[in-house]
């Protein structure tokens, strides 16, 4: 049995790819490694915007 990925996945050819591997990489910097790129999170686990662009990942 073969498996397919759903519509709409990330193997298109419009961009999207690099969408989800950015999404990715701030999810794992946001959630388990903010000192990855010298980030300090706030006590409740927040860290502003600008200072994610500043980072220019």
């Given amino acids: ?3 397919t990925r759903p519509t709409g996945s990330n193997n298109r050819s419009d961009g999207s790819t690099e969408h989800v591997a950015v999404s ?8 388990h490694k903010p000192e990855m790129i010298g ?8 860290v502003s915007v ?7 990942l």
């Fill in 1 to 3: 049995m073969s498996r």
């Fill in 24 to 31: 990715r990489l701030l999810s794992k910097i946001l959630r």
């Fill in 50 to 56: 600008d200072e994610l662009i500043r980072r220019n």
């Fill in 39 to 46: 980030i300090c999170l706030d006590s409740q686990g927040w």
